[in-house]
């Protein structure tokens, strides 16, 4: 095959060169993505790793920046003692920035001589630092709170490091023993060391109170501020209020004397003070004890009167000498034994590595970020002198990234529409089949039983289609209805109007000849023939709302009610109220029967007389009776037909 090219015939190139001319473009064009996939990955995959791998340096690095600010080492001497923070993060489990915050505290506290040499207050620094992280584990506190804690005792105190240990080893001994953690009892006595030092209490003491406070289960604010106003309290002398010399004189104390007595034994003193209080009567103990420590300390001080051992057993605790001083170190050797430890033990180590490469590796890629940086102003200056090539630019990217994801997106979407087609083929023969078996069962043809299934399928497409309007009529009808009702009921009203009586009910009485229910197929005695199984209530009955009832009139008519009810004739009305009232009715004047009135509509003549029990109001019975009575003589002119509705 030839075609024209120009006047000059060329062969025609075969449809299926050309799709394969066009398949191997497409397969170059995808081979191409796929690289350039593979190395945005490759090189996110190695950036991410890279960035892993520098952030223990980085985060150590800043760490060590907080130390560096609060002491003052050489370069050297920041190397060397970043150099043993890092080496003790492998023999305790803390990690190596937990341990540089406990060095930064200490620093700033200003335990450490300055005009010691560097290699003497590096290695104060690391022992401190073991000091601090060993109290951290065995307390269950955080490494920030043990050097805060530890920083607090030696400079705020004045207490040496040995003061230090013994203390940290009592609270340990304290909480195991008593009802009181030992991160508890350190946050009471880190804020209250130095009044209690004041108040004449020995660092241990100060800790044995705060756990008596914290043993009836006393938050530690209001422990730590309830035993900052009992050393006040008992440690004011002639500064003392008119009301706290008043509430001592009561105890048997003079202010100034108690004092000095604090000084010189507090504890006891503190024991005397609790003992007298313990004494007082308990309508009386309240008010002293807020005189003398303030309401807002009652809750916590409270227990401590009430409970004379908890004092007692912490001066126990603090005078034992076998299992006290080394408590904190057995503690610490328990918890490093768990499994949680050692894993943290095992990536402090791991850390140890990478913060040791990226250390030599940080340098580099601070002049590299400084140098991107110069680059990075370049392009901004550039693009802010050139904002029209900026555009252009960004235009022309926004373009290939719409075109790539277009191209995947009519991908995803062609994959879709051809799985959908083989749906729909696979349903159409199943559905096949299955009108086969069907017109089998049935002995009709298949196109019969399709043309059901289409038929069945467009009736259930319009009453799902059209339900709304299909809901909206029927209720236009059902309204309309109701409304008709409600007319057919204002003009004839019922027999029982709301009087104020209860409904009286007519015991059914047997039909007269020739009236009730005829035979199916023959007339009745005013020869209209009634429909079959119709039920009669020409002598009253009850109705159900939508059901037809046979009433005997002026005629055989038939009567639809609209709502449930009862239908009560004139004279069962009578009977009804002359035996439920106890009044004798004397009827004269009727020219009808059965309710019917005379030629011309006559009201019926009715004169009532009554004979009422003892003690009953006759012109309230009268009232009632003749309201009855007239409501019964209207129901007989207008028909006496009642649907059970409510009528006004």
Same mark, same amino acid.
């Given at each position: 095959a030839f075609e024209l090219d120009g006047g000059a015939q060329r062969p025609i190139e075969p449809v299926a060169q050309r799709r394969g001319l066009g398949d191997a473009r497409a397969g170059v064009g995808l081979a191409l993505l796929g690289l350039l996939r593979a190395g945005i990955a490759e090189a996110a995959a190695l950036g991410y790793g890279l960035y892993r791998a520098l952030r223990p340096a980085i985060q150590f690095e800043s760490a060590m920046a907080d130390v560096t600010k609060v002491i003052d080492l050489t370069a050297d001497g920041q190397r060397g003692l970043s150099a043993e923070i890092l080496k003790l993060s492998t023999e305790v489990p803390i990690a190596a920035k937990g341990i540089s915050e406990i060095v930064a505290s200490l620093g700033q506290a200003g335990v450490v001589a300055k005009d010691l040499p560097e290699g003497e207050q590096i290695a104060l620094f690391r022992d401190l630092a073991r000091d601090a992280a060993v109290m951290g584990v065995a307390f269950d506190v955080s490494a920030k709170q043990a050097g805060d804690a530890l920083a607090t005792f030696m400079a705020g105190a004045g207490m040496t490091r040995a003061e230090t240990l013994d203390l940290a080893n009592t609270i340990n001994f304290l909480s195991n023993n008593m009802n009181a953690t030992a991160g508890n009892v350190l946050e009471v006595v880190r804020r209250n060391i130095a009044i209690g030092k004041t108040a004449g209490l020995a660092a241990n003491e100060t800790a044995g109170l705060a756990a008596a406070l914290l043993q009836s289960g006393a938050a530690p604010e209001i422990a730590a501020t309830a035993q900052k106003n009992l050393l006040n309290a008992l440690t004011r002398g002639a500064a003392a209020s008119k009301r706290q010399r008043d509430a001592l004189k009561e105890l048997g104390f003079g202010a100034t004397d108690l004092a000095k007595r604090m000084q010189v034994d507090a504890a006891s003193a503190i024991t005397d003070v609790l003992d007298r209080l313990r004494k007082l009567d308990d309508a009386e103990r309240?008010?002293?004890?807020?005189?003398?420590?303030?309401?807002?300390?009652?809750?916590?001080?409270?227990?401590?009167?009430?409970?004379?051992?908890?004092?007692?057993?912490?001066? &126990?605790?603090?005078?034992?000498? +076998? !299992?006290?001083?080394?408590?904190? %170190?057995?503690?610490? &050797?328990?918890?490093?034994?768990? +499994? !949680?430890?050692?894993?943290?033990? %095992?990536?402090?180590r791991m850390n140890e590595v990478w913060i040791n490469i990226g250390s030599s590796v940080l340098p580099t890629i601070v002049e590299l970020a400084e140098g991107l940086g110069g680059i990075t102003e370049v392009i901004a200056d550039w693009a802010a002198k050139n904002p029209e090539w900026m555009s252009t630019i960004l235009e022309g990217l926004g373009l290939v990234v719409a075109g790539l994801i277009g191209s995947r997106v009519a991908g995803y979407a062609a994959s879709s529409v051809m799985l959908a087609v083989q749906q729909a083929q696979v349903a159409f023969r199943v559905a096949f089949i299955a009108m086969g078996a069907v017109a089998g069962v049935l002995g009709v043809s298949i196109g019969a039983v399709a043309a059901a299934v289409v038929s069945l399928g467009v009736a259930l497409y319009a009453l799902v289609r059209y339900w709304d309007q299909i809901t909206a009529a029927i209720e236009r009808a059902g309204s309309a209805f109701d409304k008709f009702m409600k007319r057919e009921a204002e003009r004839t009203p019922g027999a029982l109007g709301p009087v104020g009586l209860p409904p009286l009910e007519t015991p059914p009485r047997p039909p007269r000849p020739g009236v009730g229910r005829p035979r199916i197929g023959r007339g009745d005695d005013f020869g209209i023939i009634e429909p079959p199984l119709l039920p009669m209530r020409a002598t009253g009955g009850p109705v159900r709302a939508g059901h037809l009832y046979g009433i005997n009139e002026m005629g055989r008519e038939l009567f639809m009610p609209g709502a449930s009810g009862s239908m009560v004739t004139a004279r069962g009305l009578l009977d009804a109220v002359q035996g439920a009232a106890g009044l004798t009715l004397a009827r004269t004047g009727l020219t009808r029967t059965a309710g019917v009135p005379a030629a011309g509509g006559a009201a019926p003549n009715i004169t009532v007389n009554i004979a009422p029990p003892a003690g009953a109001d006759a012109r309230e019975l009268a009232r009632i009776v003749r309201r009855e009575i007239e409501e019964a003589v209207r129901a007989a002119r207008q028909g006496g037909l009642h649907d059970g509705a409510s009528l006004a």
């Open positions: 309240g008010g002293v004890i807020s005189m003398l420590f303030g309401e807002e300390s009652k809750s916590a001080i409270a227990p401590l009167i009430t409970n004379s051992e908890s004092v007692a057993k912490a001066l &126990r605790l603090i005078g034992d000498e +076998t !299992e006290r001083p080394t408590a904190m %170190l057995a503690e610490y &050797r328990a918890r490093a034994a768990t +499994t !949680e430890n050692a894993l943290q033990l %095992l990536g402090n």
